[in-house]
Nanobody, 121 residues
Framework: QVQLVESGGGLVQPGGSLRLSCAASGSISVMFTMGWYRQAPGKQRELVARVTGGGSVDYADSVKGRFTISRDNAKNTVYLQMNSLKPEDTAVYFC???????????????WGQGTLVTVSS
């Protein structure tokens, strides 16, 4: 059973920083694209950032220059460093990954349970 577990959310003042982590566990053969999405109250879930297995990254325009996504393949972990946070960054942040499980013949898409980030003074 493959699971994604996020950590690092919390309350931060505007202009502050947070680092989110997402660790994949279970019987994993290969991890492909890993990413972060967020969902604010009353809004649809949106892509924040993603990184491919080859290291190519993609960011939402709203976070470019402020957020940095990275991955540690040895630890099956993806990170999101969030700087210069704004109140509009307040949302539940979800980890997402395309994973080939050990005994599977195709890739599956997995979601974490989400971690709340609140930016407020």
């Amino acid at each position: 059973q493959v699971q994604l577990v996020e950590s690092g959310g919390g309350l931060v003042q505007p202009g502050g920083s947070l680092r989110l982590s997402c660790a994949a566990s279970g019987s994993i053969s290969v991890m492909f694209t890993m990413g972060w999405y967020r969902q604010a109250p009353g809004k649809q879930r949106e892509l924040v950032a993603r990184v491919t297995g080859g290291g190519s990254v993609d960011y939402a325009d709203s976070v470019k220059g402020r957020f940095t996504i990275s991955r540690d393949n040895a630890k099956n972990t993806v990170y999101l460093q969030m700087n210069s946070l704004k109140p509009e960054d307040t949302a539940v942040y979800f980890c997402n990954a395309d994973i080939l499980p050990l005994i599977a013949t195709r890739m599956y898409n997995y979601w974490g349970q989400g971690t709340l980030v609140t930016v407020s003074s």
